[in-house]
């Protein structure tokens, strides 16, 4: 079992930046694959950016170059620094994780409650 708590969510501009948290707790030596996720309104849950236990990264698509995910093994905390922030940006923000790699798939057995980023323009 893992627990996982996201914070760091909020209100900014276009353009703006933020840093989403997301600690785990339980069984993460079992469960070391880590992801992003976020999901808008009325949308698909979306993969954002995933780390491997090796530390390579896959980012989707509409992320690249603007987010970097990043893991503190020793706090047991995963990041998302998400900078030139665009208001398409704007979704419940989420973190999973497993002891598959799921890639960007939305397949990840635990997952966090989400925290809430909105981007105005």
């Known amino acids: 079992q893992v627990h996982l708590v996201e914070s760091g969510g909020g209100s900014v501009q276009d353009g703006g930046s933020l840093r989403l948290s997301c600690s785990a707790s339980g069984d993460t030596y079992s469960n070391p694959y880590m992801a992003w996720f976020r999901q808008a309104t009325g949308k698909k849950r979306e993969g954002v950016a995933i780390i491997d236990t090796d530390g390579s990264t896959t980012y989707g698509n509409s992320v690249k170059g603007r987010f970097t995910i990043s893991k503190d093994n020793a706090q047991n905390t995963l990041y998302l620094q998400m900078n030139s922030l665009k208001p398409e940006d704007t979704a419940m923000y989420y973190c999973?994780?497993?002891?598959?790699?799921?890639?960007?798939?939305?397949?990840?057995?635990?997952w966090g409650q989400g925290t809430q980023v909105t981007v105005s323009s």
């Open positions: 999973a994780a497993d002891r598959v790699q799921w890639l960007l798939l939305p397949e990840y057995k635990y």
